[in-house]
């Protein structure tokens, strides 16, 4: 019933940056959390950050100092600023949001969006 659409990847230079949004079908007061994670190929799928619906933020220990997460409630979106790009931040990045009452009860995920970061 939720769907999150992820938009802003692409190729990147070494220390360059990036913006990622996440759009929800639904109003994102409804979903309790909402994450990225970085699924680089090979390996297993970090967290790189997340936000919970009163605003608090946390992040991934690789993602520290150099990603920033944020909501706008009034578009229903979900961005991650990436800065400081790093090679081995190339990867799928996906979007998901988990729901705990409501009628959007649930755990939902995006399709996931390729940023690659190459000289």
């Known amino acids: 019933q939720v769907q999150l659409v992820e938009s802003g990847g692409g190729l990147v230079q070494p220390g360059g940056s990036l913006r990622l949004s996440c759009a929800s079908s639904?109003?994102?007061?409804?979903?309790?959390?909402m994450v990225w994670h970085r699924q680089r190929p090979g390996k297993e799928r970090e967290l790189a950050a997340g936000?919970?619906?009163?605003?608090?933020?946390y992040y991934g220990d690789f993602a520290k100092g150099r990603f920033t997460i944020s909501r706008d409630n009034t578009k229903n979106t979900m961005s991650l600023q990436m800065n400081s790009l790093k090679p081995e931040d190339t990867a799928v990045y996906y979007c998901?949001?988990?729901?705990?009452?409501?009628?959007?009860?649930?755990?939902?995920w995006g399709q996931g969006i390729q940023v690659t970061v190459s000289s």
């Open positions: 998901q949001a988990r729901s705990t009452a409501g009628t959007t009860r649930g755990d939902y």
């Open positions: 639904v109003t994102i007061l409804s979903l309790n959390y």
């Open positions: 936000i919970t619906v009163d605003g608090t933020p």
